[in-house]
């Protein structure tokens, strides 16, 4: 087993921990090189500082160590490669990662063995009138004002027939990995990571009634600005990009052909995070 550890160095324990969890895979007879994503110094990496295709060749997985960023970041290159990602938490809660630091020994030795499952986790791929390239999202697709003291006015329709006018702070597209982040807070549905479909959330909606909705798999959920938007809209994807949708613009999105194969060790590791890292928060 070949296998690639990154991480960015956010975190002062960053470089140490991709060098004890390097030690564990080696020690359990994988072959281990390093990416570092933000140009700390870890002895013996190589060189390289960009998740790609060229850095990645040959490699049979991927660990991040980090928080949800790094993990987000890492697992939308993954799957434009095919390769298996596990997430190693060193975040606040790292809701995504399947291995916590006082499991390292244990599951990186299973890692390096081969034992583990694969879960597959939707992304969301969509068109922005004015964008160079398709944005991707393993979490959510977030739409908002671009101007923070106003709010937003959008049309939501769905598979062109319209769904919701939201006036408020926004609207977010989360697949079932992202129900349970920004869209959970926005007071919309947990939903199983395993199911093929994507829910659409109000952010804080200036009326009494506007339930989030959940759509099917092969749903094309289109958003625009509505007829009484003034000002800039903005768009995210996974809080990693930020680019304008125009006036007179839309949104188009659905669920991806690819998706992210999530390392695992159990079949119920979301639920094992609902309850031990957002319960009683």
Known sequence: MRICLTGYNAKPETARVLEQAAEILRRAGAEVFVVPQNGFDVPHHGGASVLGAQTLEGADAVATVGGDGTMLHAAKECARLGLPVLGVNIGRTGFLATCELDEMETKLSRLAKGDFSVEHRALLQAECTGAKAPLIALNDLV????????????????????VSNCRGDGVILATPTGSTAYSLSAGGPILDARIRGLVVTSICAHSLQRPAIVFAADRRITVRPGPDQRGPILISSDGEQEIPLPADGELRAGLSEKSV?????????????????????
Request: glycine letters at 10%; hydrophobic letters at 30%.
């Open 143 to 162: 739409i908002y004002s671009g101007e923070r003291r106003q709010t937003v006015e959008l049309d939501v329709l769905c598979d062109g027939m319209p």
């Open 261 to 281: 194969k999530l390392i695992t060790f159990n079949g119920t590791d979301q639920f094992d995070a609902i309850d031990k890292k957002l319960r009683g928060r």
